[in-house]
């Protein structure tokens, strides 16, 4: 999700993109609890029954859906601020606890969509100024992506030296 404010006067805008997920902790607990419950009580009635692989590859099937819905989950933890005023451009990227910022400068600013190695990925949102490139929202979809970089240019814009580029 894409989120712009602009200050009362309109110089700074604050872009603020997070992941997507709608489960909390309790939820994706539970959810895993009862899939491993079902799948488990399915897997110990064949293998009563003779077909003890079965167990095993339950077992797997269980650690690699946990695997999976937890990483989807450590995406809510996800975010991105963009602080962008007439002179500079904070950009604060947070993973769960883990926290990096970086600052560039907003007269040489540029948006870049930039088209990935993969076809069916999306665009990379890439700012730059100078010598200096970040890519931003990595975690959102195509279209939030999109959203990103329109709201970034608008952003910069105004303050741009680099307006026509």
């Not at 709608?22 to 799948?39: E, H, K, P, Y």
Request: proline share 2%; charged share 20%; hydrophobic share 50%.
């Amino acid at each position: 999700m894409v989120v712009t404010g602009r200050s009362s006067d309109g110089s700074r805008v604050r872009i603020t993109a997070r992941g997507n997920f709608s489960l909390d902790a309790g939820g994706l607990a539970s959810l895993l609890l009862a899939l491993t419950v079902v799948t488990l009580g399915l897997a110990a009635l064949l293998a009563w029954q003779g077909y003890w692989p079965v167990l095993l590859i339950a077992v797997i099937q269980i650690v690699l859906v946990v695997w999976v819905l937890v990483r989807a989950w450590e995406r809510c933890w996800v975010a991105e601020w963009i602080d962008v005023g007439p002179e500079r451009i904070e950009v604060t990227h947070r993973r769960h606890r883990a926290s990096s910022r970086s600052v560039l400068q907003t007269a040489w600013a540029i948006v870049e969509l930039r088209t990935p190695r993969v076809a069916w990925y999306g665009p990379h949102v890439v700012l730059r100024s100078r010598s200096k490139a970040l890519e931003l929202g990595r975690f959102l979809n195509q279209e939030e992506r999109g959203q990103l970089a329109r709201d970034l240019r608008e952003a910069i814009g105004k303050h741009s030296a680099m307006n026509g580029a």
